[in-house]
């Protein structure tokens, strides 16, 4: 069971290029999440998606685009990257967006901006 | 602001040793808490959940409390392994709005 998968596990930009992380879980869950994980901090939520066909902003959500393409998958773009957006990215999937719910995470992907 | 202390920030064991991780909310109102554990590479895994009204909830060797009142919670690792070796992560989940609070978390690093 592969659970959540994100792509690219690494990649390199350039100030102002951009790229899409694409995200995708097999677990039949409704609710998907963005997050981005920066030293000595917590994850911080970028977006979310409650359902197919829904999203909203979340904590920090300048500077990115997403796309819940079907219930499977859901997808973060960087236009015009940034230096400040070098971190490293989760995608989550849960059973619905209520609060009890557990979230699964991806492996994650570290992004450089140079 | 809601926010979730955790200390300490980092700390070294002994293979075989016990050790306590600390986490301090302020979330409010409180629903739920749950303790993740972040191996290196990877994706934050569950390892408990409770609610208010649970003070105890384990998981083989993790043991986690909880005190609502003082808004602390406990992650207690006994008989440590070096498998142990990650960082643990607390999340508070507020009961409006459905929001989660992530702690900074702590970096357990266990020595043979």
């Known amino acids: 069971n592969a659970g959540v998968t994100q792509t690219p596990k690494f990649q390199v930009l350039k100030t102002g290029q951009s790229m899409t992380l694409q995200c995708a879980q097999d677990?039949?869950?409704?609710?998907m999440y963005w997050y981005r994980q920066d030293p000595g901090m917590g994850l911080r939520l970028i977006y979310y998606?409650?359902?197919?066909?829904?999203?909203d902003k979340g904590e920090v959500p300048n500077g990115y685009n997403v796309s819940r393409l079907n219930k499977r998958e859901f997808s973060l773009r960087l236009e015009s990257a940034a230096p400040s957006q070098t971190s490293v990215y989760f995608c989550?999937?849960?059973?619905?967006?209520?609060?009890?719910?557990?979230?699964?995470f991806g492996a994650g992907s570290r992004l450089t901006v140079l | 602001k809601n926010q979730v202390e955790q200390s300490p920030q980092s700390l070294i064991i002994l293979e075989g040793k016990n050790c306590t991780l600390q986490?301090?909310?302020?979330?409010?109102?409180?629903?739920?808490l749950r303790w993740y554990k972040q191996d290196t590479g990877r994706g934050p895994v569950s390892l408990t959940i409770?609610?208010?009204?649970?003070n105890t909830k384990s998981n083989g060797r993790y043991t986690a409390t909880l005190d609502a009142d003082t808004k602390q919670s406990s992650l207690h690792i006994t008989a440590s392994q070096l498998s142990d070796s990650a960082s643990y992560i607390c999340?508070?989940?507020?009961?409006?709005?459905?929001?989660?609070?992530f702690g900074g978390g702590t970096r357990v690093l266990v020595k043979p």
């Open positions: 989550a999937s849960s059973e619905a967006s209520s609060g009890a719910n557990v979230l699964t």
């Open positions: 677990m039949n869950h409704n609710s």
């Open positions: 998606s409650a359902s197919e066909g829904t999203t």
């Open positions: 986490c301090n909310y302020t979330v409010s109102p409180f629903s739920n």
């Open positions: 409770m609610t208010f009204s649970e």
């Open positions: 999340v508070v989940s507020a009961a409006a709005g459905n929001k989660l609070t």
